[in-house]
């Protein structure tokens, strides 16, 4: 794992952001991507009308794979919230856009259309913190560390988060949720006040 550079989340709590290829920098501090993110839905994912490509959604499977797509209308951006239909126009839900992988589409909602912007990700991250608080009492006397976010599993696909004390460790393995690291870092940094969030990459 890679240190690279420190910067200081809207939050104040001091952030060690690793090297990656998706990160330069820029004076004493770190800018993320190119490109900001964009929250709306900018195109509609529609999958093949097989049953089993379609069902899968419906299921709950998190992940639209690239051979279920029929097609993309609409300008969509690696990145991109996209919605994912059927070949009806039938809402199925909406998630994380890529072209170039297998997982064309990870999903963040299911059914009528919720906008996926900054609160929406905030009250993500505060579900994941609280649950482990109310369901296995975490952090206690005897536990300081643990997962705090588990992608899929709570609903924040590509993203990584555990704590250790008062130092959080997060790792963005999605473009879709590294696009948007600046709401998760306030986030958790607002929710948990730690001395430090040190984002991890594999080395290059």
């Not at 839905?41 to 089993?52: D, I």
């Not at 997962?147 to 609903?155: K, M, P, T, W």
Request: hydrophobic residues 45%; glycine residues 12%; contains cysteine.
């Amino acid at each position: 794992m890679l240190e690279r550079c420190v910067m200081g989340p809207s939050s104040g709590t001091p952030l060690i952001a690793s090297l990656g290829p998706i990160c330069a920098p820029r004076g004493a501090g770190c800018r993320s991507l190119r490109r900001p993110a964009r929250f709306a839905a900018v195109a509609r994912v529609v999958l093949r009308g097989s049953k089993g490509h379609v069902l899968a959604v419906w299921a709950g499977h998190p992940w639209v794979f690239a051979q279920s797509v029929l097609r993309v209308d609409g300008r969509a951006a690696d990145g991109d919230v996209v919605e994912v239909v059927d070949e009806g126009g039938r809402l199925l839900g909406s998630g994380f856009y890529s072209s170039r992988s297998a997982i064309a589409v990870r999903t963040l909602t299911r059914g009528p259309a919720v906008e996926v912007d900054d609160a929406f990700l905030h009250a993500a991250v505060s579900r994941a913190v609280h649950r482990r608080k109310r369901l296995m009492g975490l952090p206690g006397e005897r536990t300081t560390g643990y997962r705090l976010v588990h992608a899929e599993g709570d609903g924040l696909p590509g993203l990584i988060a555990d704590r250790y004390g008062d130092v959080v460790a997060v790792q963005f393995n999605s473009l879709g949720m590294k696009l948007r690291e600046r709401v998760v870092l306030d986030a958790l940094g607002e929710l948990l006040r730690p001395r430090a969030i040190v984002e991890t990459v594999e080395a290059l």
